[in-house]
């Protein structure tokens, strides 16, 4: 089982490596990270390097496709090579996924026309221009289109996948190896528990961090 995984200077590192140690549990499954040209890719932050070691022309059908997000998503809304092979690999997949930002990728290529999706909280709202349909649930199943909300959403989306790729009880078991058992500190996950302030607060260092992203990049 084939499972590609793009990268691009400016993803998000979790919204990979969640699902990828996920996933990379499955028997038979092989990951691949992916990218337009083949190379390390440097996460939004500039401070990790991951190594994609398939170009996108080499790897034209997996099975299953995961898009993760992250700051330079929006430098690539327009990159059609990128967006050429996810429509393509979208016509034989079995499962089209995002995690994040991701979602606008999938979104730009036409993958969610017409579809419920969802995306980190800030971005939420873009997804009406790709003519989704646009929920905050964390995750959102439509057919084939699977989409995670914010970065932490990706493990539980790429737990279902294992459970609707093989049994829930081989899920439970990648959970429980994983020990995927999430008691965070604070209860301020979502923008309807941290509040209007904080909401804002981070509003606007999100919008900084995408312009000295945009910079760097």
């Given at each position: 089982m084939?499972?590609?995984?793009?990268?691009?200077?400016g993803?998000?590192?979790?919204d990979?490596?969640?699902?990828?140690?996920?996933?990379?549990?499955?028997?038979?499954?092989d990951?691949?990270?992916v990218?337009?040209?083949?190379g390390?890719?440097?996460?939004e932050?500039?401070?990790?390097?991951?190594?994609?070691?398939?170009a996108?022309?080499d790897?034209?059908?997996p099975?299953?496709?995961?898009v993760?997000g992250?700051y330079g998503?929006?430098?690539l809304?327009?990159d059609e090579e990128?967006?050429?092979?996810i429509?393509?690999?979208?016509?034989?997949?079995t499962?089209?996924?995002?995690v994040?930002?991701?979602?606008l990728?999938?979104?730009a290529?036409?993958?969610?026309?017409?579809?419920?999706?969802?995306?980190?909280?800030?971005?939420?709202a873009?997804l009406?221009?790709f003519?989704?349909n646009?929920?905050?649930?964390?995750?959102?199943?439509?057919g084939k289109?699977i989409?995670?909300?914010?970065?932490s959403?990706?493990i539980?989306m790429?737990?279902?996948?294992a459970?609707?790729?093989?049994?829930?009880?081989l899920a439970?078991a990648?959970q429980?190896?994983?020990?995927y058992?999430?008691?965070p500190?604070?209860?301020?996950?979502?923008?309807?528990?941290?509040?209007?302030?904080?909401?804002?607060?981070l509003?606007?260092?999100?919008?900084?961090?995408?312009e000295?992203?945009?910079?760097?990049?």
């Open positions: 084939d499972i590609a995984i793009p990268l691009y200077d993803f998000t590192a979790l990979a490596v969640g699902p990828y140690d996920v996933l990379s549990r499955i028997p038979g499954a990951v691949k990270f990218a337009v040209e083949a390390p890719k440097r996460s932050n500039g401070m990790l390097a991951m190594t994609a070691d398939h996108i022309a790897v034209p059908s099975e299953i496709l995961v993760p992250g998503t929006r430098r809304l327009g990128l967006l050429a092979w429509r393509g690999v979208h016509e034989t997949s499962f089209t996924t995002s994040c930002t991701g979602a990728l999938l979104g290529a036409g993958v969610l026309d017409g579809l419920d999706a969802t995306t980190n909280w800030a971005e939420l873009s009406a221009d003519g989704a646009p929920t905050s649930q964390r995750v959102v199943v439509q289109v989409t995670a909300a914010g970065v959403a990706g539980d790429a737990l279902m996948l459970a609707e790729l093989v049994h829930d009880d439970k990648i429980l190896g994983i020990e058992d999430p008691q500190p604070y209860d301020c996950g979502s923008p309807e528990k941290a509040g209007p302030e904080l909401v804002e607060l509003r606007g260092v999100m919008a900084a961090e995408n000295a992203a945009a910079a760097r990049l």
